[in-house]
């Protein structure tokens, strides 16, 4: 028997994504991802909530679903019916809610259940790099619409529905995050709200609702899901745990009607998300959610205030940013001479690692010099460090800041 | 605003999945799943390695990957190199394995990175439902090869290779559950996997080993894995621990040589896998895994002993079937007259839930009164009823038992 190694490369199907590389480490100051404080992940609570939940019902770790079937721990489902009510306004019962692995699957079960290649779907000009990536994986044409301070722009809504209707194109979906935008942290009035609702009716487009950072909202309440305020149940929503506890439980959940949910669990093949995980949140949350989620707040606020006085401090005039309403990220704007994605690669040979502007937009010309900070998981130290790291890198390659 | 509801089904893509139907809870004796034995779930140790494992680095909890990148956790992935190498003499790095989902994220994964509609693969004939299913979904032929006490027969492999080769057709690869096969619980001894290797190298088809029953075996030491036997690198191996720990808990494994698994990790974009999962399991495996699974395998040959006992008893010589050699479950023959698929909707009134041969085999004529009967969650007693109500039932649809 010859030792040759076997080649797989010629059995590899078309269109298959580049291969990845090897991981090498994280860098030394990460304004990337979703990652969080690390001091404020609620470990003495977590650490009680495996204990008392495993005592009282971890035989049922030995039966796929815990006795709760496909749509995942039941005490999770009815904590967050009490959370949705509470906080987004949403009124459902636990048979319509299914526990996903993380949002990302969310958004994965729910593509899958209405697109085909060629569809069309509308979103937020600038966007979450992994929904748009997931639309083009699909062969799904994404039409962004412009924001402002306010979200998603009602009027380039209207405009772009009227001009798809009369080319004879129905959208599968208009997707928003409409609860602390990813990347512009702009939060979405209740009467843009209901516009986009009117809207959605008049050309029969439902509306995607991801509110996966609508915990990390300062100051105000949060306004009503758009979801709580639809009076013909055309909105699918889906949240997640990842930034309001902890982002390495893989845990989110989706809300839709039966019609669509009951195609959806027939797509979900991975027999039930990771039940240690659902059984700990669900003990935790019931009793410390509520409590926790403002404390989180308060550190990432405080976060964003370094973050944003770091730049003014290292980029003076040259970096342009509004005061974000929540979140975990800034969207900021240098100078057009910056090419963020040139930038990008000089900075991460500097140790300094962001989101360039054009991988969070389908309107890559206009963000060709914007860029998005994470500012949750470094210290307030590293913050400073970093942009001053990044404004060296900047002002070596681009003469900005001067 | 009108209130009618919104009618998301013309929005359906062609090819959806049915419906999935509302879940109404277990049957009283469900001998169906791979659920596992409520009692042997090993408690104490797990809330023990939640406890340490998290007071010691729950922190990282605030990072996706926590620290260990896109791969896994690593002390899951190091403890992974020692058990494969202690117990299917498997030697590979922690940097050859990629944590899953379950292992039937594993089986989606490989089969993204290979399979394109209108390939063929090569399975065992009486086989996994879900890897049927998956296939199929995909647009993908499944050409089954019979199996013997020893598991996939490597006379009928050759003629079908041979075959497929005149014809032009290289198979994408040949899937096989050598150990614990599923369903006929037979074990593949050595010389039989060394002539896969052969024939696999002979037309160029890599080998996809699913080792997801491999801690259940009874008896003799397990043989080692055909991908420790191979000299090329052809083999893509996974494998779960579902089965030897608890099923709720979806935690699976994937070892494949680089150039395989830098795109299949291209493919995983659900930011990780359940990481409380990962690292309760790596703290409680990596200290007391290999003495959790013979307790759990004497359980597991006590309840198939009862069930064999009880099947000779409530259905005589009507029911024909080897004993098993680890596993969950057992693959039973009955008498030509039942129709298995029609048994399990009769079974299903009276409370008796039964897998229907023809969903676990390609060859759906000759399993047509076959089925399968999982042990592993009922009790000795549930065991002995539900086996007496099913006789009766098949009595009274088919009349065997005479």
């Not at 843009?192 to 609508?214: K, N, S, T």
């Amino acid at each position: 028997m010859s030792s040759t190694p076997f080649d797989f490369a010629p059995l590899f199907p078309p269109g298959l994504p580049p291969a990845a590389a090897r991981w090498t480490g994280r860098v030394k100051f990460d304004f990337t991802g979703g990652n969080n404080d690390p001091d404020r992940v609620p470990l003495e609570g977590l650490i009680a909530a495996a204990n008392s939940v495993l005592k009282r019902e971890g035989r049922t770790l030995a039966t796929y679903g815990l006795n709760s079937g496909p749509q995942g721990y039941l005490p999770l489902r009815e904590f967050l019916v009490t959370k949705l009510k509470t906080d987004a306004a949403i009124e459902c019962s636990a048979d319509d809610i299914l526990i996903t692995s993380g949002s990302l699957q969310g958004l994965d079960l729910v593509n899958r259940a209405l697109l085909a290649a060629g569809d069309t779907v509308i979103i937020e000009e600038d966007c979450y790099q992994g929904s748009i990536n997931r639309l083009t994986k699909l062969g799904v044409t994404p039409i962004g619409i412009p924001l402002d301070g306010d979200g998603m722009r009602m009027d380039a809504l209207a405009t772009v529905l009227a001009e798809l209707a009369a080319k004879g194109i129905r959208p599968k979906y208009i997707y928003t995050v409409p609860t602390v935008q990813n990347p512009t942290a702009t939060i979405m009035p209740v009467a843009r709200r209901l516009e986009m609702l009117r809207l959605a009716e008049q050309y029969g487009v439902p509306i995607f609702e991801d509110d996966c950072y609508c915990d990390l909202v300062w100051g105000d309440k949060r306004p009503p899901a758009i979801h709580a305020l639809s009076k013909t149940d055309n909105v699918i929503h889906i949240g997640s745990f990842s930034k309001c506890i902890a982002p390495a439980l893989r845990l989110g959940y989706l809300v839709a009607p039966w019609g669509v949910l009951s195609r959806i669990l027939a797509l979900k093949t991975d027999a039930g998300s990771g039940a240690l995980e659902q059984m700990v949140l669900a003990e935790y949350a019931s009793a410390h959610f509520f409590k926790h989620v403002p404390v989180l707040c308060q550190t990432l606020r405080s976060k964003a205030d370094t973050l944003m006085s770091s730049l003014r401090q290292s980029f003076g005039d040259a970096a342009q940013f509004d005061d974000p309403k929540g979140g975990i990220f800034l969207w900021v704007k240098l100078p057009d001479a910056v090419d963020t994605m040139k930038l990008y690669q000089a900075a991460l040979s500097a140790g300094v690692c962001i989101n360039p502007g054009p991988e969070w937009s389908v309107n890559k010309t206009r963000a060709k010099s914007r860029l998005r900070l994470c500012f949750a998981s470094s210290s307030h130290e590293e913050i400073q460090q970093g942009v001053a790291a990044l404004a060296d890198v900047c002002r070596r390659e681009f003469g900005v800041p001067k």
